[in-house]
């Protein structure tokens, strides 16, 4: 009767706690997916475009300087522009591996 009853209630409680646990487990791990995929693409684009055309941008500027086309101050700002992205990349990377690492 009535201990039957609470039992069986009780396990389908359980079965209802455990699903809504699946469920936010999944979430998490696709959004852990979501978020090293991103960080992947971001960091191959920085390694692939983005630091090899500020590496061509300083050599171009550091080739105007030698022709004395240019002054110092714009070849440090290409250096320096160079050195933001090269940082903005190492960050990147560090958050790759900290989503891998969210995602293990």
Do not use: C
């Amino acid at each position: 009767g009535p201990d039957v009853a609470r039992a069986a209630s009780e396990a389908l409680k359980a079965e209802n706690e455990l699903a809504d646990h699946e469920a936010h487990v999944r979430a998490e791990v696709r959004t852990a997916l979501a978020k090293l995929q991103t960080t992947r693409r971001m960091a191959e684009r920085y390694r692939t475009a983005i630091l090899p055309l500020k590496q061509d941008i300083v050599r171009l500027k550091e080739e105007r300087y030698n022709y004395m086309l240019i002054g110092v101050f714009d070849v440090l700002l290409a250096k320096r522009d160079e050195l933001s992205a090269y940082l903005s990349y190492i960050n990147v990377v560090r958050d790759y591996w900290l989503a891998r690492t969210t995602l293990m």
